[in-house]
């Protein structure tokens, strides 16, 4: 994972922008509970990647992707 803030302080640097690549993140199984993640989404700086069963790349889960859908879950849940 790379941010383009990281891409940028590594240019200003004078750094490789390998130097700006995050090696040591959090991933996420495509089936843990929300509940699960919001501590490690909460204190990401960047959307953490989700992976299958077989640990091929499914998307990425960002604090505001999971706000959304948090906020539909809780509008689905009054309604039922």
């Not at 299958?52 to 859908?69: F, I």
Request: charged share 30%; proline share 2%.
């Amino acid at each position: 994972v790379v941010t383009i803030d990281d891409l940028q302080q590594a240019l200003k640097d004078d750094r490789k922008l390998t130097d700006a690549v995050h090696r040591d993140i959090t991933v996420i199984d495509s089936d843990t509970p929300l509940n699960a993640l919001l501590g490690d989404v909460a204190a990401a700086r960047y959307g953490l990647p989700v992976i299958d069963e077989k640990g091929r790349y499914k998307g990425v889960l960002t604090r505001a992707r999971l706000l959304y859908t948090l906020d539909r879950e809780g509008e689905v849940s009054h309604d039922g």
